[in-house]
């Protein structure tokens, strides 16, 4: 197979059949051996993070398959740590779509002399920032997005429903379980015009409360699969 991306936590490879390969590894995001999913470089290996990572993307997908909403992934083998998935085309060179249910964060630090911390954003609040680690990730509207030749608003449109229907299908599925949602992270690419979902569904992309108290990602991993 010919290695096309060397990520972070994945590394991308080209198959025969026009697809593409995602091998998952053990290696985080992090500071000083702490995981941090909010940080840009690799900080410390966690071993069977990878597989375990895999698994909860592949349980999502499989949810959207079951609703409806199409994505990227085709099949997985968790044994060896590997999905398969269609090729897509990143819009930019790298947009980050964050849907939030509760006003935390960068949401709080941006908007704060408005709205206090831990506030609920009825039915959700969907907002975009190019992948930029140089200028912080900056935020970017769907005008905005228009007017840079990234992607059309109709494409926009497209892409915020289909974040609001996965959030919710994700939120749901973390509430049967005793556990909230409050933002979430995900990737979109396009497919032949096709908006479709990409990358993963991991416990790092999102930010999830239990009984009040923030649920470490590792933990919350175990929380998902071993229902």
């Given at each position: 197979?010919?290695?096309?991306?060397?990520?972070?936590?994945?590394?991308?490879?080209?198959?025969?059949?026009?697809?593409?390969?995602l091998?998952?590894?053990?290696?985080?995001?992090?500071?000083?051996?702490?995981?941090?999913?909010?940080?840009?470089?690799?900080?410390?290996?966690?071993?069977?993070?990878?597989?375990?990572?895999?698994?909860?993307?592949?349980?999502?997908?499989?949810?959207?398959?079951?609703?409806?909403?199409?994505t990227?992934?085709?099949?997985?083998n968790?044994?060896?740590?590997?999905?398969?998935?269609?090729?897509?085309?990143?819009?930019?060179?790298?947009?980050?779509?964050?849907?939030?249910?509760?006003?935390?964060?960068?949401?709080?630090?941006?908007?704060?002399?408005?709205?206090?911390?831990g506030?609920?954003?009825?039915?959700?609040?969907?907002?975009?920032?190019?992948?930029?680690?140089?200028?912080?990730?900056?935020?970017?509207?769907?005008?905005?997005?228009?007017?840079?030749?990234?992607?059309?608003?109709?494409?926009?449109?497209?892409?915020?429903?289909?974040?609001?229907?996965?959030?919710?299908?994700?939120?749901?599925?973390?509430?049967?379980?005793?556990?909230?949602?409050?933002?979430?992270?995900?990737?979109?690419?396009?497919?032949?015009?096709?908006?479709?979902?990409?990358?993963?569904?991991?416990?790092?992309?999102?930010?999830?409360?239990?009984?009040?108290?923030?649920?470490?990602?590792?933990?919350?991993?175990?929380?998902?699969?071993?229902?």
């Amino acid at each position: 197979m010919e290695k096309i991306y060397t990520g972070k936590t994945k590394d991308v490879y080209k198959l025969e059949n026009g697809n593409v390969l995602l091998k998952f590894k053990d290696d985080c995001t992090g500071k000083d051996g702490v995981f941090d999913p909010g940080e840009n470089t690799v900080g410390l290996t966690i071993d069977g993070i990878g597989k375990a990572n895999l698994e909860t993307s592949v349980r999502y997908f499989e949810m959207l398959k079951d609703a409806g909403i199409k994505t990227h992934y085709v099949s997985a083998n968790i044994e060896d740590a590997t999905m398969e998935v269609l090729p897509a085309t990143v819009f930019g060179h790298g947009l980050e779509v964050i849907c939030r249910l509760v006003a935390t964060g960068s949401f709080i630090r941006r908007y704060g002399e408005y709205m206090e911390d831990g506030t609920v954003l009825e039915g959700g609040y969907v907002e975009c920032t190019f992948k930029n680690d140089a200028l912080g990730d900056p935020l970017v509207t769907s005008e905005g997005l228009a007017a840079l030749g990234v992607m059309s608003q109709e494409m926009f449109a497209s892409m915020k429903e289909q974040t609001l229907k996965i959030t919710k299908i994700v939120a749901d599925d973390l509430k049967s379980i005793g556990l909230d949602l409050w933002d979430i992270k995900f990737e979109f690419g396009y497919n032949n015009d096709e908006v479709i979902l990409i990358d993963e569904i991991a416990s790092g992309n999102m930010r999830v409360y239990k009984d009040g108290k923030i649920v470490d990602p590792v933990e919350l991993t175990k929380l998902i699969l071993n229902r």
